[in-house]
DNA sequence: GAGTGAAGGTGTCATGCATACACTTATCCA
DNA sequence: TGGATAAGTGTATGCATGACACCTTCACTC
């Protein structure tokens, strides 16, 4: 056991994981339906208790896995904040450690987990109600994910091995939650020299589009 | 008491300060000698255990008080990261949530508290040996910092109501630990119209210095 | 096989911002 | 009055950004 100074406080400590993907053009947020009080029947960023001997990554990773069956890998994993205002959660203090996420293409389908009813991808710019301060981390991850896309090349992260410039540039406006100009962001991205051209096309509806891979030196994710 | 499933972790939680000042133009960081186990005699952070029913940046500001007798105010703390790895402390399982902070001119002397041996300045690019994971805290600090700079009028709070530009450079420059171009400088700084000129110059060695002192409309501090 | 619909792809100009770079001016003091 | 010291000043260049409109390629259908 821990011998603290008899006044310091022993909290719980707790991770949430503020997770992104990109489907049909918006930027979408994970949330689970709590299935226990507090807050049980609304929605919530999937998070929970660290256990002992555990690292504050691993939890994450393991709440993310067990409340929605994704298997997430580390590097798309960072700490951004940690809330911990005295009355955020009623059952007493409880400090969350709070966790960007990026899901890469494919990671879509979600199950609930035992302590969750429902899993589901929401619109990440209108949530809906959230439980205890959700909506705030919420807020901030958005906040932190529209910081890090100057910076990191953090867009590629969304996206499969291959994929198209507009595909792309989807993923910086469902992100930025405004459109660009088509043009500009080309020349941007291009003179980054971050893509090289995979030689193959892609058909669909209209002229096909020209598929990009990441270039060979080109660091990836979060961290 | 808190109701938690068993096998959550209780954890201790800390707070603990990076702060920073500029004195004889270079970047100082406040630390304090230990006087109790663990890491009795070794120089460490200002910093200690949250009290129940206290905020964490009240926790900070506390314990710069107690610890080094400096009152800062509120908007010259943020947190900016939290340190939960399990080793971290040989105490237990103790999480550490860390705060910038930056001491506006003339709050430089410091008096040990009652747990600390002493308290002083150190140049934060060159810091002696530290406790507990420290070293790793200050490094991510100075980042922080740096990054700041950058985005925010951070540079101000270092310094007293009127200023010289000279000195607002060696702000700078003491943050960034390199030199910077002087016409450059001034150009860059004078097109933000952060700055209105005070009339009043400062004499010294060398040609007078046009004092100046921030703008109306500028917001100030780390939030 | 010609026309249409749909999406991909392309170039230029203006503006602002960062950088590199060297000499003059004001004051103090011996 | 001359020397030491620090403040102050301007220009040219390259680069990134933002605004802006038309052409190309393919699939499909009639």
Redesign the interface.
């Known amino acids: ?5 008899p ?7 707790a991770v949430d994981v503020a997770a992104f993907t990109i489907h049909e053009g918006v930027l979408r947020s994970l949330l689970t339906l709590r299935g226990r009080v507090p807050h049980a029947q609304t929605w919530a960023l999937p998070g929970g ?8 990554h691993e939890a994450a990773l393991r709440e993310l896995r067990d409340e929605t069956s994704i298997e997430l890998e580390p590097r798309h994993l960072e ?1 951004f ?2 809330f ?3 009355g955020r959660d009623p ?5 969350s ?1 709070a966790h960007l996420a990026v899901l890469p293409h494919g990671t879509v389908p979600v199950m609930a987990g035992a302590s969750t009813l429902h899993a589901d991808w929401f619109p990440a710019h209108q949530p809906p109600p959230l439980a205890f301060d959700h909506a705030l981390i919420l807020g901030r991850a958005i906040k932190r994910l529209q910081l890090r896309l100057e910076y990191a090349n953090l867009a590629l992260d969304f996206l499969p091995e291959t994929f198209t410039l507009p595909e792309l540039q989807n993923v910086h406006e469902a992100i930025l939650n405004r459109s660009l100009d088509k043009r500009n962001f080309r020349k941007r991205l291009l003179a980054q020299g971050i893509l090289t051209p995979s030689g193959e096309r892609r058909s669909g509806v209209g002229r096909p589009a020209q598929l990009y891979r990441r270039a060979r030196s080109v660091r990836t994710g979060l961290l």
């Not at 006044?7 to 400590?13: C, I, K, S």
């Not at 208790?49 to 504050?56: K, Q, Y």
């Not at 059952?91 to 400090?95: A, E, L, N, Q």
Request: net charge positive.
């Open positions: 056991m821990l011998k603290l100074p006044q310091a406080t022993q909290v719980g400590l208790f660290v256990l002992v001997g555990e690292e504050l700490q904040f940690t911990g205002a005295i059952r007493g203090r409880i400090v450690v």
